[in-house]
């Protein structure tokens, strides 16, 4: 039975019944999937804990959702439309025939390999087929999935496999990347040294580079699945076992390990695919994402395949080996759903309308956007040059710990407007709240967003600390899910997402730290302190600017500067290296000697117009110099 909504009163029928009845609504969508034993409640909840719980006590595997309810009518149907990194290598297209099939020589290869139901396995992999597989191989044995986007370095990869004590690393020899080649497997290599948990590593030959693979430890993937059974039963799980860790930044300065769990997961990816972007059976859906961040989970992965759709799957870069890549892919395959970020647009943009001229267009029916907020500019370029001025554009609010878009138009059905993510999905309660937590009801107000009602996919705990799960998201207000972003509904009731209000910063739709990022440049021997904040930048949407102190002596600046950039690229990863460093004598305090980031913020943003009243810093006199060294006066 499909959920999917038609109309405009349909939304708005939906969403109240949603909010009024919540356990009979998403009780009413959850009796579509395949469940091995019903569940006993719907929900139960508080947000003091919190303890969230959905679907209580019942049994299923999700993978079943996705491979055997769908094999009679799918069997031959693309699952996965794979296109590699260079134009020039054959692409892939796998059926759910033979995903199922791959999917289950993989879990008998796990299996022969020592991993069990609840085990932790890390998947540090390209965009290939074979990433997907082991996402759904985990799933389906039961052991817990955490993928690391590989391009964190190895120190990042290692904090997060002692974080969750993994077993096992899933990884390639190399990755390609445009026109570079990552060595993955000499990055595992160094991360696995510290890290006493990894028994085993299976490695995926790609680029076929050679590697050094240990004795007793690294299996080539080739040899693990030789052999292999291409059946499996699945094992059932209980509705709220773990399905996935992801690791992602917060204000403090360690990643959180976002759990996930299964049977709420599982209904509201699918549920939510299926509405915001209306896909109809037979379309070919594409989103950009990697699987390394949340978007590339529910949206190229569990919602798509649990739809039975056909999701698009890229290897490579935007710009590889022109610009124009994207459409010639959207072209070749008749794309008909088409998301990405806007960072990707503005990127995009700088390069005209010249390599989109060669290519149709023709068969995109929406088009989405996702993981940062998008100008009015790039916004409407898309629309109008990708979408041609009649495919609606959804611009999709959600986040890690929310497991699926939580704000969004659905494509053709609920009205777009320029720069809004509009309104919430059925299910969803969003509030706008004040200082003090007052929940501001009308149009024409702006605050904190919170979410003061459970949703399905939301996230359960932070992996291994529940205190930090609570201190995090369920402290600043009583009763509340709070999502660290700042929110105002406008004077006709849509929501607009107005950025992050807490310390991390968005980098091309990449969630930092900035916690994190001083961390790394700490390492740097000369540093003496550092400060770090976000300032726009017009592809990125932000930018990261690093203030630093710093003994000088036997450097110039420049070379520090370049040294401090290369300690957080080793450190962290490419995604975190600064792009403007500013050497400082001191940094604003506060006489309680808190960092005045305020005044950071604006100096790197090139507004000095109004920093306030500085003379009750500690020591008010080294704005100036900043300002001064930041080249504005
Ligand atoms: O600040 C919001 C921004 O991205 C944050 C979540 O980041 P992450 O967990 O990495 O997930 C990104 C993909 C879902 C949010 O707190 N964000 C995400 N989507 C939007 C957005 N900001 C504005 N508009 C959006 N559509």
Known sequence: MSHKIQTLSGYFHEYQKSVTNPEAFWARIAESFHWKKQWDKTLEWNFEEPDVKW???????????????????????????????????????????????????????????GIQKGDRVIIYMPMVPEAAVAMLACARI???????????????????????EAKMVLTSDGNFRGAKQIPVKAVVDEAVENTPSIEKVIVLKRTGEEVVMKEGRDVWWHDAIQGQSSEYTAKEMDSEDLLFILYTSGSTGKPKGVVHTTGGYM??????????????????????????????????????????????????????????????????YKVNQFYTAPTAIRALQVYGLEPIAPYSLDSLKVIGSVGEPINEEAWHWYHDHIGKGNCPLVDTWWQTETGGIMISAL??????????????????????????????????????????????SMLRTTYGDHEKCK??????YKNMYFTGDGAKRDHDGYLRILGRVDDVINVSGHRMGTAEVENAINEHPKVVESAVVGYPHDVKGQGIYAYVICDMEGRTEESLKQEIKDTVRKIIGPIAKPDMVQIVPGLPKTRSGKIMRRILRKVASKDISNLGDTSTLLNPEVVDQIVEGAGLK
């Open 142 to 164: 039961g052991a817990i999935h955490s993928v690391v986007f590989a391009g964190f370095s190895s120190s990042s990869l290692a904090d997060r496999i002692n974080d969750c």
């Open 411 to 456: 494509a053709g059905i609920t009205p777009n407007k320029p720069a809004h993510a509009s309104l919430p999905l059925p299910g969803i309660q969003p509030v706008i709240v004040d200082a003090e937590g007052n929940e501001l009801k009308g149009n024409n107000v702006e605050g904190n967003l919170c979410i003061k009602f459970p949703w399905p």
């Open 267 to 332: 209904v509201y990816s699918e549920y939510s695919f299926s509405n915001v972007f209306q896909y109809s059976q037979g379309d070919v859906y594409w989103c950009t994402a990697d699987i390394g961040w949340i978007t590339g989970h529910s949206y190229i992965v569990y919602g798509p395949l649990l739809a039975g759709a056909t999701t698009l799957m890229f290897e490579g870069v935007p710009t590889f080996p022109h610009a124009g890549r994207f459409w010639e892919i959207v072209d070749k």
């Open 471 to 476: 201190n995090v998201y369920f402290s600043a």
């Open 55 to 113: 679907f209580v006590n019942g049994k299923l595997n999700i993978t079943e959702n996705i491979f055997e309810r769908h094999l009679y009518t799918k069997g031959d149907t693309p699952a996965i439309i794979w296109e590699p990194n260079g134009p020039n290598e054959a692409n892939r297209i796998v059926t759910y025939r033979e995903l199922y099939e791959m999917t289950n020589q993989f879990c008998n290869a796990l299996e022969a390999q």
